[in-house]
Each structure stands twice: as C-alpha cells, then as structure tokens.
C-alpha cells in the first residue's frame, strides 16, 4: 500500500520554490475552492488547474494515482450514500437512486478527490520544517493569547509526517500475518473483524513505539516546550511568490464565479 500523502520529494521546480507560506494558505484556498465546484465545466476546469500544478512541481501523475489509491473506498462510500439518500427523480435501473443522487454524488466524489490532490501537492513539495515555520507564521496572533503556537503546529507536522509510516506498517503487518497463515479477506463481517485483531495488535504497538523513539530523539536534541529556538533561514517572500499568490487567487475565484 503506498501512500503519497504526508511524503516530501526534494526538487527545484518552481512549486518547491514558492514560499511555503504561500503554499498552505493555496492549499487552505484551494479546497475550499473545490468544495464551491458545483458545475461540470467548473470540476474540469479545476481538474485542468491541479493537472497543471503537477506538472509545474515535476510529479509523476502515476505516483499521485498511487497515493489517491487508497482513499478510492472514501470517494465511492461518499457518492454511494449521496445516491440512495438524495430525493429526486428516481432512475428506473436502480432501485431506491434519484438522478440527483447520482449527479451530487459524483460531484461531491470529485471534490473530496481534488481536496486530496492539492494536500498531497503541499506535502510533496514542501518540507516537514518549511511548513511548521509556515503555520508557526499563521499562527503567531495567538501567542498573545498564550496558546502554545510552536508546540501546536510540531503535533500537526509530526501527525502529518506518521501518515504514510502507519500505512507502510499496516501493510508490512499484514503481509506478514498472510505469511503465517491469517485470512483476512474471505468470511463474513464479524470474521473479518475478528481477523483484524492480529493487524492491530501489532500495529498499536509500533505506534507507541515510534512515539517513544520519537520522544527519546526530540529530548537528546534539547527540544523543550516553550524556549525560543534560533532558525537556519527566515522566511522571506519573494517578488515571484507574490506574482504566484495573486494568479493562482484569480484563477480560483473565476473558477468560482463561473
């Protein structure tokens, strides 16, 4: 099972090059642009935009099928629930489904697609500590209501970087447990859930593990909670960040309005 999201790819492109500032608050724009996608031009054309977004950032489309791979239960359970929930005018081949089902659901598939795409673009081309000093920068008013900016946006970039390691585990658990003779995937529902307790038993395990290492690593390198540590570069926006920022905010504010 390979997992895209939470990964980051060194390069040069000019997507790795923008101000990683820049980058999260596209990113936080961008789906919210794609839940706004209501028509089919406006899902194509933003599909259009994310194609060529990928292609600035010298990505593999085939890499990021792979990394949207495992989400492809959430998009069919989401259109598959929009089809047989939604009142309407019912389709004559498909018991208990309205066509107005069928279209939300596949438009709400697309969009929950698109939201996926542009987060797994940001942790792509964006590393782990250019984003936390991204949100760090967002987050800054809320120091003076002594919230715990620095610490907040650590959780957040160490929740997104165990993404993919937990999906690596689970798939290396698995393929073990199949080794040794676990079925897994034939039975009923209550067989397959009782057949899961040999995946996540295992699994807890190196979760909690990891998050001792990760402990023992963070102390040995004299991170404390609250102490003001120096940076090896400041974050500082450039002429062609600027330029970026406002192009892609009116390419998705006419994607909007159309």
């Known amino acids: 099972m390979r997992m895209t999201l939470g990964q980051y790819i060194p390069g040069d492109s ?4 923008l101000d990683p500032r820049v980058k999260l608050f ?3 724009f961008g789906i919210g642009a794609a839940f706004r ?6 899902l194509a054309l933003f599909f ?3 194609a060529v977004s990928t292609l600035a950032a010298g990505l593999s489309f085939r890499r990021l099928v792979k990394g949207l791979s495992p989400f492809l239960w959430l998009f069919a359970m989401t259109a ?3 089809v047989f929930m939604t009142p ?5 081949w498909l018991p208990h489904a309205t066509w107005q089902g069928l279209q939300n659901g596949v438009q709400t598939g697309l969009q929950l697609m698109f939201a996926i795409w542009i987060s797994t673009l940001m942790t792509l081309t964006t590393s782990p500590l250019d984003m936390v000093w991204a949100m760090e920068w967002y987050m800054k ?4 209501l002594k919230v715990p900016v620095d610490e907040i946006a650590l959780l957040i970039m160490l929740a997104i970087r165990f993404i993919p390691l937990l999906f690596e585990e689970a798939d290396r658990i698995i393929k073990a447990q199949k080794a040794r003779g676990v ?8 067989k397959k859930m009782r057949s899961l307790v040999p995946v996540l038993v295992p699994l807890l395990h190196s979760v909690f593990r990891r998050a001792d290492d990760l402990a023992v690593a963070l102390t040995l390198r004299g991170y404390s909670p609250g102490i003001v540590r120096s940076r090896m570069k400041c974050l500082k926006a450039k002429k062609s960040d600027i330029v970026s920022l406002t192009g892609a905010i009116t390419v998705l504010i006419v994607l909007i309005l159309l």
């Open 26 to 28: 596209l990113m936080g």
């Open 183 to 190: 079925d897994i995937e034939t039975g009923g529902v209550f």
């Open 14 to 17: 000019p997507v790795h090059t």
């Open 37 to 42: 996608m209501d028509t089919p031009l406006g």
């Open 141 to 144: 008013p809320l120091k003076y």
């Open 80 to 82: 598959v629930l929009h």
């Open 48 to 50: 259009a935009v994310c």
């Open 88 to 92: 309407g005018q019912p389709v004559p």
